[in-house]
């Protein structure tokens, strides 16, 4: 399922054809995106397709086409502080992005059935809170991860804001989804080749609307021999942050608004301009006639507007050479990181700067 948009040269490239065919819509959403590096979840050697309108999978690794995971962010309707639950959560890229929204006070939870994805999930999680920019940029949900069948739940689990499904859910499974949702909450799920948001408007209603067609593989049901018990999924306990980790949020925050402040004074911009899509000129040619003895032989000549056109091609890439020159030095201007350098500033031991920083060593 995929290839709605065109391919991207890079993450950015790919975000920039999201919000031209209108599946990304609103500039959180969009934030999101531009802060998770797609490629950074696949695989050395395949990152190539990262930025392709497609879905890709090795093994039991698989990541949905991004036009897909555009409309659940979009359909969702996340907001700050709401509870989350991804089933079939996969290399959790999804619920990274996620996590930038609900922020430090939301919960964000992720079932996957195969223990190997759960622990590339985790490299991954992990490699974003250590080494990507991103994550001194925003308030962050972490993700957490178990390993289970999201169809073996335990009854007595808590209900989310927000659920998505990432496998094909059948007709008599619609109902065990829904009931994990709390009033006023949404479920995005594909059901019948339709990816539906449904919104429990009460202890028994629920209101559906059709997102988008699709196509995804159904939800896997391990086999068991005749008898056995199901081993029930418990889920994450919901938890309430320490002091500590508290302070170290409220810290960061100021720091961060005091740096973004800084900047703002200092003429230096937040975020990368989005690349101008390169004018296509086409050549338009003139069809003639001409006698060679006594036969009508057809040319091609060249027209005035072609000569025209030709002009206008050069100066369009003339054009985008100098922007890109341009976008160039305002990428250098954002690889330093104010809040790192705020924390660093502080009269405070070294161990408790390395707590503030989630000891990120860059």
Known sequence: MGGAVS????????IDNLKEAQYIRTEKVEQAFRAIDRGDYYLDGYRDSAYKDLAWKHGN????????????MEGLKLQPGLSFLNLGSGTGYLS?????????????????????????????????VKSSDSFDKFEVCEPVFVVGNCLEISTDSHQYDRIYCGAGVQKDHENYMKVLLKIGG???????DQLTQITRTGQCTWESKNILAVSFAPLAQQSRADGEKPDAVQLPPVTVRSLQDLSRIYIRRTLRSLANEDSLEKGLLQRIPQKRKRRRCRRRRINTYVFVGNQLIPQMVESEDEEHAVDEHKEAEEEEEEEERDIGEIEILKQVNMLRDQIMALPLPESLKAYLLYYREK
């Open 61 to 72: 690794i698989h990541l949905s086409a991004p036009c897909i995971y555009s409309e659940v």
């Open 7 to 14: 391919a991207g040269e890079d993450n950015d490239d790919l």
């Open 186 to 192: 949404i479920l995005v799920m594909p059901i019948e």
């Open 96 to 128: 990274t992005m996620v996590g930038l929204i609900i922020g430090p006070f939301g919960v964000n939870h992720g079932v996957e059935l195969h223990k190997d994805v759960v622990e590339y999930a985790r490299e991954k999680l992990e490699d974003f």
